[in-house]
C-alpha cells in the first residue's frame, strides 16, 4: 500500500517537473511559454512518429521475415509451417502486449502535441487576426454609417433620432481601435508568463485532489491516475487556452 502511494506522488511529481520544463515556470530565462510550448509540443510529436516508426518497423521485419522463410524453405513444408505460426503467434503476442500500449501511447502524444505544438501557441496570433478583421467591419460599417453622421449635424436642436456624439465616439473608437489591439497584444505576451505560473500551479492541486480521491486502496487509486493521466493533460490544456 506504501509502495503504490509513494509511485502515485512520483507520477504527480513527473507530471510537474514535465509541465515545468515545458512552459518554464521553474526557472528564469529569454524562452517566452509559448515558445517553449510549441518546441515541447514538436518534441512530442518527434516522439509519437518515432514510436509509430518502431511499430511499423516491427511489424514489417516479422512479415518478411515470415515470406523469407517460407519462400527458402518451400522444400521443407513441415518447417515452413511451423515457422510460420510461430511467427503468428509472436506478432499476435506484440500486439495484445507491447505493441497496443505503443498505439494507446502514440495516440495520447499525437493529441498532446496538437495541443501544445499548435493549437496554443497560434490562438493569440488568431485572436489578432480576429480582431484585425472586426476592425474592417467597424470600417465599413462606419462608412455606411458617415451619411446618416452627417444628417444629423445638419438638423439643429438633436430633433434627428439618435446622438450626434455617438458619431464621434464612433470615429474616435476606428481611430484608437489598432493602437488598443495591437498593445493588447504585445501586452499579452509580458503577462503571460506568471499567468501561466499561477495556473499551472493551480492545476496541479486540482489534479492531485481530485484524481481518484473516492478510492481509499492507494493501489487502485495509482492504476486510475496512470489511467487516466492523459486526459488531465487535455483538461490543462483548455485551461491554459482559456488563459491566453
Do not use: C
Amino acid at each position: 500500500d506504501e509502495l503504490a502511494t509513494d509511485y502515485t506522488q512520483k507520477v504527480f511529481d513527473a507530471e510537474k517537473l514535465l509541465i515545468e520544463t515545458i512552459t518554464g515556470t521553474n526557472e528564469t530565462n529569454n524562452v517566452d511559454a509559448l515558445t517553449r510550448m510549441q518546441m515541447t509540443g514538436e518534441t512530442i510529436a518527434g516522439l509519437s512518429l518515432a514510436m509509430t516508426a518502431m511499430h511499423k518497423l516491427v511489424l514489417t521485419v516479422l512479415a518478411v521475415l515470415q515470406l523469407t522463410v517460407g519462400s527458402v524453405a518451400s522444400g521443407f513444408t513441415g518447417f515452413a509451417f511451423d515457422f510460420s505460426n510461430a511467427i503468428d503467434a509472436f506478432r499476435n503476442l506484440y500486439l495484445d502486449t507491447l505493441g497496443g500500449w505503443v498505439i494507446e501511447g502514440v495516440d495520447a502524444l499525437f493529441s498532446i502535441s496538437r495541443l501544445f505544438a499548435v493549437v496554443i501557441p497560434t490562438m493569440p496570433y488568431v485572436f489578432l487576426a480576429l480582431a484585425a478583421v472586426g476592425w474592417i467591419m467597424q470600417v465599413i460599417q462606419t462608412a455606411f454609417g458617415m451619411p446618416l453622421f452627417f444628417i444629423m449635424h445638419a438638423i439643429p436642436e438633436k430633433s434627428f433620432v439618435g446622438n450626434q456624439a455617438q458619431g464621434w465616439v464612433t470615429v474616435v473608437s476606428l481611430a484608437f481601435r489598432p493602437i488598443i489591439i495591437l498593445a493588447a497584444f504585445f501586452l499579452s505576451f509580458a503577462i503571460y508568463d506568471p499567468v501561466l505560473t499561477y495556473v499551472s500551479q493551480a492545476y496541479f492541486s486540482l489534479h492531485q485532489g481530485i484524481a481518484a480521491s473516492g478510492f481509499d486502496n492507494s493501489v487502485a487509486r495509482f492504476f486510475i491516475v496512470v489511467s487516466t493521466f492523459k486526459y488531465y493533460w487535455f483538461v490543462y490544456a483548455g485551461i491554459v487556452m482559456l488563459s491566453l
